[in-house]
């Protein structure tokens, strides 16, 4: 018989982006502005009930599936979504995250908090927070690039 374990943990990662948080949950919200930095979702139903899916992988290597529910959105304040993370067949965690927004004069502080269990040394707290660091920084590209978009037009 395997051993198998659980390992639980917490981690906040903040990110402050120079817009407006509407514009930022915009980001979150609008499936064309999340697939640019975030993988593009197979189903996007964005609403609480609603689901998210998408999976991918890289070329040779196992596919991974991230398959969410909306458990809570308040628009421009606040979206709360629980997802499961699997590797191939096998599911490697499942977590809570909760994303708020803080205007703050002309900018907004981004609140990502993900409570995570992660199973049997598949993935780990550490992994994980490191991928969502790299996501969020993605998200500031994108959004200054619609910024000066905007601006030259």
């Not at 949950?25 to 189903?43: C, G, L, N, V």
């Not at 629980?82 to 803080?102: P, Q």
Request: aromatic fraction near 12%; charged fraction near 30%; hydrophobic fraction near 30%.
């Amino acid at each position: 018989m395997n051993n198998r374990f659980a390992t639980h943990d917490t981690f906040v990662v903040e990110r402050v982006y120079n817009t407006n948080r509407d514009r930022v949950f915009t980001a979150w919200s609008d499936p064309t502005i999340k697939s640019q930095w975030f993988q593009k979702a197979e189903e996007f139903d964005f609403r609480v009930g609603g689901r998210e899916s998408n999976s991918g992988g890289p070329p040779g290597g196992p596919v991974y599936r991230f398959n969410a529910r909306y458990e809570e959105i308040v628009p421009n304040q606040r979206i709360v979504y629980t997802y499961t993370m699997d590797m191939g067949e096998t599911r490697i965690s499942v977590s809570v995250t909760t994303v708020e927004f803080k205007q703050e004069e002309s900018e907004t502080r981004l609140i990502f908090t993900e409570q995570g269990a992660f199973f049997d040394g598949h993935d780990s707290p550490e992994a994980r927070e490191h991928g969502t660091k790299i996501m969020l920084d993605k998200l500031c590209e994108v959004l200054k690039h619609e910024s000066m978009t905007e601006q030259n037009q």
